[in-house]
């Protein structure tokens, strides 16, 4: 069962902090060195000086991060709610012109040790969980929120939280640099929270963004519980800061994650696609708006890939899903059914002999147009282009136990970071 809790949120003082969005920003793993200095000088209180505090030379920036968190505290630039809450979060946005709405909450999520009911779908790199573990320990608390879907089975956001907002107005309403509105209510009367928390015991935890975070809280927990000789549980160390959003096809969105590869020469286009005969059916589409049609198109109802080098476009259309058997034989359906797990085992380790962790050959995007421009006129790239992984793909591999490739979806918006911060008593 999935337990969760209010909590005293740490936010901005808006007496002292006019502008909050000047002291947002988005999750730290998809800030390119360009944005992180962007919002270093954007605000001398924005979270970015926590989350990705500068290196400088003679300094921890861990420690520093830690200190610069304390001061702001002290100066009273950033505050507690007096008392425990959940905090209702909607955010606006567009994508490609359709105006959409996602609505959820953030709350504590209760960390669990053994038989889980909060799946995972990605694989963890340690480079990554030990930058985030070192930051932790000087701040103590979580900066940003995990990203969680759930079914919503008793309809704890329609019916339980919304009618609490209605007619209410936001504490916090700001628009990021996106053109996505972020507003906040706080909600904590305790007959609604007591309830929310019943509710959601019934559900199933899927984790969209933030794996990372998560296996660092549960390793911060678990150094912390070494050196206490008591405890009762309900310490805040057992818990981390979560965003909670029902799997709604109308507000959630995963966008795909395209591959960028670059090839030490100019690759032989007619032997590749001879080569890949074998696995897809290839066809040629000249035009690059029907192509990205058909490609959207298509996979709809089968496994299609698009390709793209020299101003030049195919789609791969996988022959028989039988082929995917032989080449993942060690996985289970639900993941061998996934285009990029197909691109992967195919095009990219048998056809192309790429080895996936090589960063300098191999590197993702979410953004179309930035992946072709980076294509440009030099023929030694490839651009692999993949229609998004269906949220109930995510969750049946998750529920199987297995891990998605890395990079496998990118959900959209993000959740800002610097609303509410979850400070822990240790």
Same mark, same amino acid.
């Given at each position: 069962?999935?337990? =969760?809790?209010?909590?005293?949120?740490?936010?901005?003082?808006?007496? *002292?902090?006019?502008?909050?969005?000047?002291?947002?920003?988005?999750?730290?793993?998809?800030?390119?060195?360009?944005?992180?200095?962007? +919002?270093?000088?954007?605000?001398?209180?924005?979270?970015?000086?926590? *989350?990705?505090?500068?290196?400088?030379?003679?300094?921890?920036?861990? *420690?520093?991060?830690?200190?610069?968190?304390?001061?702001?505290?002290?100066?009273?630039?950033?505050?507690?709610?007096?008392?425990?809450?959940?905090?209702?979060?909607?955010?606006?946005?567009?994508?490609?012109?359709?105006?959409?709405?996602?609505?959820? +909450?953030?709350?504590?999520?209760?960390? $669990?040790?053994?038989?889980?009911?909060?799946?995972?779908?990605?694989?963890?790199?340690?480079?990554?969980?030990?930058? %985030?573990?070192?930051?932790?320990?000087?701040?103590?608390?979580?900066?940003?929120?995990?990203?969680?879907?759930?079914?919503?089975?008793?309809?704890?956001?329609?019916?339980?939280?919304?009618?609490?907002?209605?007619?209410? $107005?936001?504490?916090?309403? =700001?628009?990021?640099?996106?053109?996505?509105?972020?507003?906040?209510?706080?909600?904590?009367?305790?007959? !609604?929270?007591?309830?929310?928390?019943?509710?959601?015991?019934?559900?199933?935890?899927?984790?969209?963004?933030?794996?990372? %975070?998560?296996?660092?809280?549960?390793?911060?927990?678990?150094?912390?519980?070494?050196?206490?000789?008591?405890?009762?549980?309900?310490?805040?160390?057992?818990?981390?800061?979560?965003?909670?959003?029902?799997?709604?096809? !109308?507000?959630?969105?995963?966008?795909?994650?395209?591959?960028?590869?670059? #090839?030490?020469?100019?690759?032989?286009?007619?032997?590749?696609?001879?080569?890949?005969?074998?696995?897809?059916?290839?066809?040629?589409?000249?035009?690059? /708006?029907?192509? +990205?049609?058909?490609?959207?198109?298509?996979?709809?109802?089968?496994?299609?890939?698009?390709?793209?080098?020299?101003?030049?476009?195919?789609?791969?259309?996988?022959?028989?899903?039988?082929?995917?058997?032989?080449?993942?034989?060690?996985?289970?359906?639900?993941?061998?059914?996934?285009?990029?797990?197909?691109?992967?085992?195919?095009?990219? *380790?048998?056809?192309?002999? #790429?080895?996936?962790?090589?960063?300098?050959?191999?590197?993702?995007?979410?953004? /179309? $147009?930035?992946?072709?421009?980076?294509?440009?006129?030099?023929? /030694?790239?490839?651009?692999? #282009?993949?229609?998004?992984?269906?949220?109930?793909? =995510? /969750?049946?591999?998750?529920?199987?136990?297995?891990?998605?490739?890395?990079?496998?979806?990118?959900?959209?918006?993000?959740?800002?970071?610097?609303?509410? =911060?979850?400070?822990?008593?240790?």
């Amino acid at each position: 069962m999935a337990k =969760i809790s209010p909590f005293q949120a740490v936010i901005y003082n808006q007496n *002292e902090v006019k502008d909050l969005s000047k002291v947002v920003c988005p999750p730290y793993d998809i800030i390119s060195p360009a944005r992180q200095k962007y +919002f270093h000088e954007l605000s001398p209180f924005n979270l970015i000086h926590m *989350e990705l505090a500068e290196d400088v030379a003679g300094q921890d920036k861990y *420690e520093s991060a830690g200190n610069y968190f304390r001061d702001l505290l002290q100066k009273n630039i950033l505050v507690q709610d007096p008392k425990p809450a959940v905090y209702f979060y909607r955010q606006e946005y567009s994508i490609k012109g359709e105006k959409r709405s996602r609505v959820g +909450f953030l709350a504590l999520l209760r960390l $669990e040790e053994q038989k889980s009911s909060v799946f995972g779908h990605e694989h963890t790199h340690l480079e990554a969980k030990e930058d %985030r573990l070192k930051l932790i320990r000087q701040v103590k608390a979580n900066l940003s929120p995990i990203f969680v879907i759930f079914e919503d089975k008793k309809k704890v956001v329609a019916q339980s939280l919304l009618p609490h907002i209605r007619n209410k $107005e936001p504490f916090i309403n =700001i628009v990021d640099d996106e053109k996505t509105s972020h507003k906040l209510w706080r909600l904590d009367e305790p007959e !609604l929270l007591n309830k929310v928390q019943e509710k959601m015991a019934a559900e199933n935890i899927f984790i969209a963004d933030g794996h990372h %975070r998560y296996e660092v809280a549960c390793a911060w927990r678990d150094e912390i519980k070494k050196n206490i000789s008591s405890g009762n549980g309900q310490e805040s160390f057992n818990y981390v800061l979560a965003y909670f959003t029902n799997i709604d096809p !109308l507000g959630l969105t995963v966008l795909p994650i395209h591959r960028l590869v670059k #090839l030490d020469n100019r690759p032989d286009m007619t032997a590749i696609n001879a080569k890949l005969n074998e696995y897809f059916s290839v066809e040629e589409i000249r035009d690059q /708006t029907r192509f +990205f049609f058909l490609l959207a198109k298509a996979g709809v109802a089968e496994h299609v890939i698009g390709m793209h080098n020299s101003k030049r476009y195919w789609l791969l259309r996988l022959r028989n899903v039988r082929i995917l058997d032989k080449l993942m034989i060690d996985k289970p359906a639900e993941y061998r059914n996934l285009d990029v797990s197909i691109l992967n085992a195919t095009v990219l *380790e048998r056809i192309l002999n #790429l080895d996936l962790e090589d960063k300098k050959s191999l590197t993702f995007s979410a953004n /179309t $147009e930035e992946l072709l421009q980076a294509c440009g006129n030099d023929f /030694t790239y490839m651009a692999f #282009l993949l229609n998004p992984t269906k949220i109930n793909q =995510i /969750t049946s591999v998750a529920l199987k136990g297995e891990k998605m490739p890395p990079k496998s979806t990118y959900f959209y918006p993000k959740v800002i970071s610097g609303l509410v =911060i979850n400070k822990h008593e240790v």
